[in-house]
């Protein structure tokens, strides 16, 4: 639990910033490893949930491979430490130069998502003389249950192969002599914590083998991630299910003897264990309406904005009465909103507010807008020293 001791000497320290509990990501890192583990399951980070250099260097050495969606993405896992062995590439808008540059690393394998991908990675790698290691994403058509902008596999959804797709790779494949198809992706959505929804799409995933392959076309099979995490009680509730996700798929999926899964799982590893520390610069409004302005914006933190997520607030320096208060940035937008009408232990100027489980999909996000600092990271093994 962050408290105002755990993150050192605050008053020589300008926020916002985030802060690294690396002793919780470890732990996390150690039960994802156990629990995947028991199955036989290879787990890929995905990077896109944060690619903090620090974070990346400490999941690769727990040996984790990566999931990446962009060519800086491949480089920077590389640089960090990721086994190219053991990096995948997804993406339904891959350029040449990116595509190029995957073949050049030796990545494991690219998850395609378009018969003209499928085309283009062919002719790449004949330029290359080598064959290309090539999954098929499919579109499962699968309700994920979570935020509109975080379902992917609906048949709405751009990504994927629908199955008139597949029929249509299917016929021209053996003519692409430089590329193998060595396995199927999914991937439905993220932030899913309702289990049934993944025994949905194992179900799923099991018919669209059988209906559209012969037996022992493949032995790759990737489920994607999107567990989700306990936004309303991170500290009693830190590390995710990990096991109840992993078991989910092991009974639900029917394999052929030599198929492995795969999972490329960014949120559920990340989370938790990152936090967005911000000042509070004013507190304003009536005496009905009560704004807590904080030094940190939408810039810095988005998914409030963007998704109407919550993340729990603490007041790290007061535990006066419990007073209500919208949570509010500088920046010049109504969405710039951390939190709307929540109790905190009276506000004043000056204190120190956390807002928790920002570890993923919070400051890989940042941007410069209002021409605003990019927010810094600091790391409890190393109180305060930024990166
Ligand atoms: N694999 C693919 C192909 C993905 O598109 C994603 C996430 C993942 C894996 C990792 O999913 P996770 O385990 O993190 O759920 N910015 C949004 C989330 C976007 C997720 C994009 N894709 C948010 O802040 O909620």
Redesign the pocket.
């Known amino acids: 639990m962050i408290t105002i001791e755990s993150l050192g000497k605050l008053e020589s320290t300008p926020t916002p910033f985030y802060f690294y509990d690396t002793n919780l990501l470890d732990q996390t890192l150690q039960r994802v490893k156990e629990s995947s583990g028991r199955y036989g399951f290879e787990v890929h980070y ?1 990077i ?2 944060n690619a903090n250099r620090k974070i990346l260097t400490r999941i690769a050495s727990f040996g984790l491979g990566a ?1 990446c ?1 962009s060519g800086n993405e491949v480089e920077l896992a590389i640089k960090c430490g990721f086994d190219p062995k053991k990096i995948v590439f ?2 339904v808008g891959k350029t040449d130069s990116e595509i190029e540059l995957a073949l050049d690393s030796s990545i494991f394998c690219f ?1 395609s998502e378009s018969v003209q991908e499928l085309i283009v990675i062919n002719q790449l790698a004949a330029q290359r003389s080598i064959i290309a290691k090539v999954a098929l ?1 499919l579109n499962p058509d699968v309700k994920a249950g979570t ?1 509109a ?2 379902t ?1 596999g609906m048949i709405e959804n751009k ?1 994927g192969l629908s199955v008139d797709e597949v029929i249509e790779a299917k016929r021209i494949l053996p003519s692409l002599k430089n590329i193998n198809i060595i396995g199927l ?1 999914f ?1 439905i ?4 914590t309702n289990m049934e929804v993944f025994k949905t799409l194992s179900s799923k995933a099991n018919q669209l083998k059988n209906e559209l392959f012969p037996k022992n076309s493949f032995n790759y099979i990737n489920m ?5 995490i306990d936004y309303t009680r991170p500290n009693s509730n830190p590390i995710p299910d990990f096991e109840g996700y992993f078991s989910t798929f092991n009974q639900n999926l029917v394999l052929e003897s030599n198929q492995k899964i795969h999972f ?6 990340v ?1 938790q264990c990152g936090s967005l520390i911000t000042k509070v610069t004013y507190v304003k409004g009536s005496s009905k309406h009560q704004f807590a302005v904080v030094d940190a914006g939408m810039n810095d933190l ?2 409030p904005a ?2 109407d ?1 919550s993340h729990s607030i603490v007041n790290l320096s007061s535990n006066g009465n419990i007073l209500t208060y919208d949570v509010v940035g500088p920046v010049c937008e109504s969405a710039d909103c951390f939190a709307k009408e929540i109790p905190l232990p009276q506000v004043q100027r000056g204190d120190i507010l956390a807002i928790l489980s920002c570890g ?3 400051e890989v ?1 940042s941007s410069r807008y209002n021409m605003r600092e990019i927010p810094y990271a600091v790391y409890s093994q190393e109180k305060l020293e930024p990166a």
């Not at 959505?189 to 899913?192: E, K, V, Y």
């Not at 994607?224 to 989700?228: A, C, K, Q, V």
């Open positions: 995905a896109k949930a999931d969606v997804a993406g998850h994403r935020h902008h975080i992917t990504f992706h991937h959505g993220s932030q899913i994607g991630g999107g567990l989700g490329e799982l960014g949120r559920s590893i989370a988005i998914r963007l998704y997520a993923a999909y919070g996000m």
